[in-house]
């Protein structure tokens, strides 16, 4: 549902923005974007807990979904995601986000937790997914990765 109006509300804003053309170029049009999401998540506590200068976040998999649905960092930190299956193997993707040496087809087992580390270092907001087919809910599995 969240999603759903989210997705509408995205293409209100870029639509009028499509019809005038590119008279404003597209990076005036990224900045919008950007601006409009950062809004949105401005007020709200970056998620898991700093650890020795490292902001570590725990993502439990589940069919069909993830806990947390919505992981909140600040740019610049460093982040260390634990990732865990907690019923069947399932994969993690930040769409768009390229985490260095990171294989997106990893599988995570049950009981063999996916530990990833990198710098947050661009600002945005992208849809994590899971990428190792789990079930018939599997493509309902996503959640947004903010970095403000
Ligand atoms: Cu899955």
Redesign the pocket.
Known sequence: MFKKINSVLMLMLLLPMFLMGCANGDVGKAEKIVGYNMDRFADMDASGTIIDGVRVIEVK?Y??YFENELIIVNKGEKIKLIITAEDAP??FEIEGFNIPGYDINTQIRPGIPLVLEFVANEKGVWNFI?T????FG?SD?AGEFVIR
């Open positions: 998999a069919q069909f399932h994969g899971c190792i087919f789990c079930g599997h599995m």
